[in-house]
């Protein structure tokens, strides 16, 4: 069976500065990877994935991530975070390639502030 | 193009009672994805539905039923709602082929049990 772990349940950053949220998965097969966000009283939104190829993968609002197939990693990474990217983040794995189901970890906050 | 809608944002019911809650999926899309996130969780799989088919279930019980229809909008119902149930239920759609790995949300729908 698969399984995500988040290994961070807080993250609080000042303005500007780095930020990695971290994120370790287990699974005996090939996966596909994925960050979520989710803004308070909000739905999710698909940050980036990993399918296949090149194992940095870069997403949207400057978010970037590394797949590590031999520490089962996939962390979430960006350079200078705004008061905006405070939110819920949510690694999330899958082995089907019509993606039956996401299994999710129990998400990372990430509060910044100035 | 639209995305994915979920009615109603809110509602209250009562442990015993039976509810239904409705999904539409972003156009183009023809497999829709249930889960449920309770305070503090990531998101739970419940089922997914294919062209008007289970396509897949999660650890739920019976009393959680779906359905699909020919326009592949989706139901979710639960009856004999008990206090656990309280949670966001989001609706997911994924897209015909190619992408179909992808799963999009919709804003999800907020049931409190009392």
């Known amino acids: 069976a698969q399984s995500v772990t988040q290994l961070d349940s807080q993250v609080p950053v000042f303005e500007e500065a780095p930020v990695e949220l971290r994120c370790n998965y287990s699974?005996?097969?090939?996966?596909?990877l994925f960050w979520y966000v989710q803004y308070p009283n909000q739905g999710l939104q698909l940050l980036l994935k990993?399918?296949?190829?090149?194992?940095l993968v870069k997403g949207i609002n400057g978010f970037e991530a590394e797949f590590n197939k031999s520490q089962t990693s996939f962390h979430l990474r960006k350079p200078s975070v705004h008061i905006s990217d405070t939110a819920e983040y949510f690694c999330?794995?899958?082995?089907?390639?019509?993606?039956?189901?996401?299994?999710f970890g129990k998400g990372t906050t990430l509060s910044v502030s100035s | 193009e639209t995305g994915v809608t979920q009615s109603p944002t809110h509602l209250i019911k009562t442990r015993g009672q039976q509810v239904t809650l409705r999904c539409s999926s972003q156009?183009?899309?023809?497999?829709v994805s249930w889960y449920q996130q309770a305070l503090g969780q990531g998101p739970q799989f419940i089922f997914q539905?294919?062209?008007?088919?289970?396509?897949g279930r999660g650890n739920f019980p019976p009393r959680f039923s779906g359905l699909q229809f020919p326009n592949y909008s989706s139901e979710l119902n639960v009856n004999a709602l008990e206090l656990d149930d309280s949670a966001l239920y989001l609706c997911?759609?994924?897209?015909?082929?190619?992408?179909?790995?992808?799963?999009?949300f919709g804003p999800g729908t907020r049931l409190t049990v009392t």
């Open positions: 997911a759609s994924s897209p015909t082929s190619g992408r179909a790995i992808e799963q999009y």
């Open positions: 699974s005996s097969v090939s996966v596909y």
């Open positions: 990993y399918l296949s190829g090149s194992t």
């Open positions: 999330a794995v899958t082995r089907n390639q019509a993606g039956t189901a996401l299994i």
């Open positions: 156009s183009g899309h023809n497999t």
């Open positions: 539905y294919y062209r008007e088919e289970e396509n």
